[in-house]
C-alpha cells in the first residue's frame, strides 16, 4: 500500500517532527566523511520549511547503549546541515529534557531544530511509551525520512508515530523514493531483470539470493561468498574464505536457481591477504592449496559486463573482490563501470557498493544509490517494516 507522503499535508504553522537517519561515518577525529545521508533528506525538511512549517529533526548516531555519550553526539551533524542548507539549525544537547522540550515550544515557522541522539536515552531502544510520549507532544505531524532505520522498530521508529495517532504520519520524500525503486521497480522490473551480488558471506545474502532468484533473469553472484558455492560444488578453494556450515544452503540455491545463479569463471588469487602478494589467475573451483580468492578474474568481468549491458533493470549489492586493496579492487570497478554504461534502472545497494560508486565518480549515471545499508538488503529480502507499515495511506 502507498503512503501518504509529506507534501501531501499541510504545513503551515505546523511542527513537523521529522525521524532522519543522520548515521553518517566519522573518522578518528569525529569530521563527517559521507554526507549523503544529510544531503538526501534536504528535499523534505526544504519542502516543511518553504511551506511555512517548522521541523524537529531526530536520529541517532552510532550504537550508545541509551546514555550520552560524547563521541556520539550529533552537534558536528548540526554543523554540517547548517553549511548544506544554508539557514540556521537549533541544536538541543538532549532529547526529551528540559533544553528540547524548551526550544521546540519555541519553534517558529521556517525553523529547524535537531535534537541529541535519540540513543543517549534509555527509552529509546524499547520504545518506552513516557519518553515516546514527550516526543510525540512537541510536533504537529510526524514524518519518517529514515530510510536507513526503516528496518528498526525503536522508539523514534514506530512507539513515537504510534502515539501520534488521529495526528498525520507520513514518509518523507527520501524514504518514499528507496520505497519506490528498492520495492516497486522490483516488483514489476522491465526486463531482463539482473541482480548482482557480492560480498564476503552467503549467509548475509541468502535471502536476498532467494527472493531475487524469484523475480529476476540472471543473479550474478561475486564476493567472498562464490567460494562457498564453489565448496558446494566439490571445487578446490585453496584458503579462500568460506562458510562450511552454508555449503547446504549454497547447494540448494545452486538447485533452485539453475541457469538463472551464475556464479564467476575465474578467480584472481593471491597467496596472502595482501597487495604484495603472489598473484594468479586461475579458473573458478581451482584455487592451489596454498592460494585464496581475492577478486573475481577478468574472463567473469567481461562477462558479466555482457550481460549487464543487456540489462533493463540492474540492482546491485556488494563488492566482487577486496574492493579496498588494489589490486583486488578491479571486478568491483569492471562491475561499477559496466553498470554505469548501460541503459537499465539502475539500483545500488548502500554500503559498500555505494562507496564503490561514489569513488568512481558514477552518482549521476546509475538510477538511485541507497542511503540504506541493512534497510535496502531487508527491502530486496522482500520484507516490509512496520516503521512504515504504521503511517498513513495515500
Ligand atoms: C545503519 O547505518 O545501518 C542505520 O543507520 C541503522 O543503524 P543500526 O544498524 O545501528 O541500527
Ligand atoms: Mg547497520
Redesign the pocket.
Known amino acids: 500500500m502507498p503512503k501518504r507522503t509529506i507534501e501531501y499535508v499541510e504545513v503551515k504553522n505546523k511542527k513537523v517532527l521529522i525521524r532522519v537517519?543522520f548515521?553518517v561515518p566519522q573518522d578518528d577525529n569525529g569530521a563527517i566523511t559521507d554526507d549523503r545521508r544529510i544531503e538526501m533528506a534536504l528535499p523534505t525538511i526544504r519542502s516543511v520549511l518553504d511551506r511555512g512549517g517548522s521541523t524537529i529533526l531526530i536520529s541517532?548516531l552510532g550504537?550508545p547503549e541509551g546514555a550520552p555519550d560524547p563521541l556520539y553526539s550529533l552537534e558536528p551533524v548540526a554543523n554540517r546541515l547548517r553549511e548544506l542548507v544554508g539557514r540556521p539549525v537549533a541544536f538541543a544537547t538532549d532529547t526529551v529534557g528540559n533544553d528540547a522540550v524548551s526550544k521546540a515550544a519555541s519553534l517558529k515557522p521556517g525553523e529547524i531544530l535537531l535534537l541529541e541522539n535519540v540513543r543517549f536515552n534509555s527509552g529509546e531502544k524499547k520504545g518506552e511509551a513516557n519518553y515516546a510520549k514527550v516526543l510525540a507532544s512537541m510536533a504537529d505531524i510526524y514524518c519518517n525520512d529514515a530510510f536507513?532505520?526503516c528496518h528498526?522498530t525503536e522508539g523514534s521508529m514506530y512507539a513515537v508515530p504510534l502515539a501520534m495517532e488521529g495526528r498525520p504520519r507520513v514518509v518523507g520524500l527520501l524514504v518514499e523514493k528507496e520505497i519506490k525503486y528498492l520495492s516497486e521497480v522490483i516488483r514489476q522490473p522491465k526486463r531482463p531483470f539482473v541482480a548482482i551480488l557480492g560480498g564476503a558471506k552467503v549467509s548475509d545474502k541468502i535471502k536476498v539470493i532467494d527472493n531475487l532468484l524469484k523475480v529476476c533473469d540472471q543473479v550474478l553472484v561475486g564476493g567472498a561468498m562464490a567460494y562457498t558455492f564453489s565448496l558446494a560444488k566439490g571445487e578446490m578453494v585453496g584458503k579462500s574464505l568460506v562458510e562450511p556450515d552454508k555449503v547446504e544452503l549454497a547447494r540448494e540455491l545452486i538447485e533452485r536457481g539453475g541457469d538463472k545463479l551464475v556464479l564467476p569463471v575465474d578467480t584472481h588469487c593471491g597467496d596472502k591477504f595482501s597487495a604484495d602478494c603472489h598473484k594468479k589467475i586461475v579458473p573458478s573451483g581451482q584455487i592451489p592449496d596454498d592460494f585464496q580468492g581475492l577478486d573475481i578474474g577478468p574472463e567473469t568481468a567481461q562477462k558479466y559486463r555482457t550481460i549487464i549491458l543487456a540489462a533493463k533493470t540492474v540492482v546491485w549489492n556488494g563488492p566482487m573482490g577486496v574492493f579496498e586493496m588494489p589490486p583486488f579492487d578491479v571486478g568491483t570497478r569492471a562491475v561499477a563501470q559496466a553498470i554505469a554504461d548501460s541503459h537499465s534502472t539502475s539500483i545500488i545497494g548502500g554500503g559498500d557498493s555505494a562507496a564503490a560508486i561514489s569513488q568512481l565518480g558514477f552518482e549521476d549515471k546509475v538510477t538511485h544509490v541507497s542511503t540504506g545499508?541493512?534497510?535496502s538488503l531487508e527491502m530486496l529480502e522482500g520484507k516490509s517494516f512496520p516503521s512504515v507499515e504504521i503511517l498513513d495511506d495515500a
Open positions: 537517519d548515521n541517532h550504537r536507513g532505520t528498526r545499508g541493512g534497510a
